[in-house]
């Protein structure tokens, strides 16, 4: 079992930056890959970044490359967003998800088992 906590959202200026921390209960983080999905009113969840277990391999969707960075420390159970040149599409509850493999990426939210409660982002124009 493990338990996610997200923070760092927030307000931000369109061009801001942001970075999201997710904290996991639990002595197996290391053998989870970990993902960032959003979900903004009126929209489906949709995948944001993901992680390998080691950090080796990463993941962006398309409208986020070259502008937010995943990370995660596995001494500390906690897996980050960095989040720069933020646009007001960005806007929505991000949510950090861990699933329980080390081979590859996971972009597909049923491929996760574990879910944090979310954390809001707003970018104003």
């Known amino acids: 079992q493990v338990q996610l906590v997200e923070s760092g959202g927030g307000l931000v200026q369109a061009g801001g930056s942001l970075r999201l921390s997710c904290a996991a209960s639990?002595?197996?983080?290391?053998?989870?890959?970990m993902g960032w999905f959003r979900q903004a009113p009126g929209k489906e969840r949709e995948f944001v970044s993901g992680?390998?277990?080691?950090?080796?391999?990463?993941d962006y969707a398309d409208s986020v490359k070259g502008r937010f960075t995943i990370s995660r420390d596995n001494a500390q159970n906690t897996v980050y967003l960095q989040m720069n040149s933020l646009k007001p599409e960005d806007t929505a509850v991000y949510y950090c998800?861990?699933?329980?493999?080390?081979?590859?990426?996971?972009?597909?939210?049923?491929?996760?088992?574990?879910w944090g409660q979310g954390t809001q982002v707003t970018v104003s124009s």
């Open positions: 998800a861990g699933a329980p493999r080390r081979v590859g990426v996971p972009v597909e939210s049923y491929e996760y088992d574990y």
């Open positions: 639990g002595r197996t983080f290391i053998s989870y890959a």
């Open positions: 992680i390998n277990w080691s950090g080796a391999s990463t």
